[in-house]
């Protein structure tokens, strides 16, 4: 049977030899598959919103009432989550959007999912983190450590409360960049997995070997399975990426309304 | 798409997974690359968002807030006239009624008292006809009742002449007329 962890493999279509970088180490520089597929989003994202934008009228058409539908959906999130301050963070958010669905997206018509590499989601969880400390510091000074200060805990309890609260907040970047790419990972697998099945158990029955005919029931048993969870993947992907800019929109609002909501 | 991808075999990438073992996205040695590519197209795509996209998409909406305001405040304004215009109408049409339904009752108010006079006019008219033809009436009976005695009177003296032979004077025919 293939590999399932094949499909994650980062191929180095063009490499540009090995260096030694302070953080990363041992690093091989090279145009790889990942990069391919990040491209392949990049582009398509571009191409959409420009076919969307470039002749949009008053009176939508078809194109146009689904790039002004994610648009909406995702100025609802910043706006309903941040508030009044929403529109300045929305390019912020829609970006992360789009590149998160589409490249999930992507990772079901591809042989690739960027987003199933840790690399990429630890970046997109990194940069929301960063942005978000970036923006409590600026907005707040160092008022930004009231974010572990909870002004409406007991003061006894605050101290507890207050380490809890760091301690929550040091993992929120972990869960964002784990979240997704333990979805996409799970996914890719246990569709590759059945998938597997199929082609084993399907050719097994014809040259009479393992569990002969009676793998034919079972290859059809996992073919069922490959196309629900394929549905279900394609619901995950919009799912993981609507996750994330919403809790990205959340972790802003923190910092961006500092003690007014709390 | 999918081309640059798939040019490996099965086989030679199966050997090179379990050789290395474990998850392909902890080798390391790609992931400066990767992020550093990623950033790239974030920001890249970040401030297209920014500066192109999210403005167009933003204009063309404020456009169609504002079309749709319009027509709908146009609207309302049509409507508000044409419900003036409507209360105008049904004023007109009332005081119409009101007008017609005031002349009718004169018209028939003077009409019935046009024959009320008329009708009074003829039965004095015939009352009058009606009293003077009484009166010849009376009259007449009255002279038809004076002549009755000197008839009475004359029967008698006929009848009184011929059982006795002479003739009965005035007074004894009166007297008898008297008792009778």
Redesign the interface.
Known sequence: M??P??Q????P?VDFG?VN?PV???????I?????????A?VA??LF??L???S?????GRLQTA??SL?DMIDGVTDSIIGHDGRKY???V???F??VLVMNLLGM????TAT?????T???AA?TILLVIGVGFLKNGLGFFKLFWPASAPLVLRPVVGAIEFLSFLLRPVTLALRL?GNM?GGHVALKIFAGFVVALGAGAFVGEGLGLWGLPIAALSMTMVVALTALEFLVAFLQAFVFAVLASIYLNDVVNLGEGH | MAAPTSHDTHATTEAQGHGEGGLPQFQTQHWAGQMGYLLVLFFLLYFLIAKVFAPRLRRVMDERRETISGAVATARQVQAEAAEQAALAQADLAKARADARATAAAAKARVTEEANARQAAEEAVVNARIAEAEAAIAKTRDAAMGNVSTIASDAAGAMVERLTGQAATKAELDLAKGAV
Do not use: R
């Open positions: 293939a590999d962890l094949h994650f493999k980062i191929q279509l090995a970088l990363f180490g041992h690093t091989q520089l090279a790889t598959n990942s990069h391919v597929a990040m491209t392949v990049f994202i571009v919103l420009q969307v934008t470039s949009a009228k008053v009176v939508p790039g002004e648009f929305f390019p912020f829609f970006s992360l789009l590149l018509f591809l042989s690739f199933s590499q840790l690399a990429v630890v970046t997109f940069l790419f990972l």
